[in-house]
């Protein structure tokens, strides 16, 4: 069983959408989790760290559930830009991260 | 600033060929990871260094992958033998200081082998 599963999509949206989706781990041991973003063929990126009492950045919230060991994503007014596949990760010791095999979002016009 | 570079970008190999892929890390930072990606998947560790300590290599796939960090700055990364099921993409990411901070992604080495 992988450590890190999420659905892979593709989850194909009209621009202004709201889209969400979730993730679950495995270990219990996980000290820190955080979404990245990979657009086709490039370095996956950071686009946020999740805290238990949930946050914001702009148009997105994240969310854990340590009881469940799910995080979920969402999306906000979906634009163009935001097509692009987003990993789910979370770091269980001092360095190490372990990654889901990502969500892809489709954003139509 | 300069991100982390990696080349080559793309590398095709014979099987059996041995490679070497490098990684230039941001500079100053101290902690430098090698992950690979196959294709569908997400990156997955292969080995952690801290300046030219190499402190975690327990992702590492077999004895023919060997990496390493000489004098704390670039980073080689060598398959010897090339196997097909090594055809991935080889990701390099460096942290400043210590390795909980954020980890900075190169753009990868794409290597397929034949």
């Known amino acids: 069983r992988k450590e890190v599963e999420q659905d892979p999509g593709p989850f194909n949206v009209p621009e202004g959408a709201t889209v969400a989706f979730n993730c679950t781990y495995s270990n219990s041991a996980s000290q820190s989790f ?76 | 600033g300069a991100g982390v570079s990696q080349s080559p970008r793309y590398k095709v190999a014979k099987r059996g060929q041995d490679v070497a892929l490098r990684c230039d890390p941001i500079s100053g930072h101290v902690s430098l990871f090698w992950y690979q990606q196959a294709l569908g998947q997400g990156p997955e560790f292969l080995t952690y260094f801290q300046n030219e300590a190499q402190l975690d290599k327990s992702g590492l796939p077999s004895d023919r992958f060997f990496a390493e960090r000489p004098e704390g700055s670039v980073s080689t990364l060598k398959i010897q033998r090339t196997q097909q099921e090594d055809s991935a993409v080889y990701l390099c990411a460096s942290s400043y200081r210590g390795a909980k901070n954020i980890q900075y992604f190169g753009a990868g080495t794409r290597l397929s082998v034949l």
């Open chain 1, 34 to 109: 955080f979404w990245y973003r990979q657009d086709c063929r490039k370095e996956p990126k950071l686009l946020m760290s999740v805290y238990s009492s949930g946050n914001e950045d702009g148009r997105f919230t994240a969310q854990l559930n340590r009881a469940s060991q799910y995080i979920s994503l969402l999306i906000r007014d979906s634009k163009l830009s935001d097509s692009a596949t987003y990993l789910c990760v979370y770091r269980s010791n001092d360095y190490k991260l372990s990654f889901g095999a990502g969500t892809t979002v489709t954003v139509r016009a």
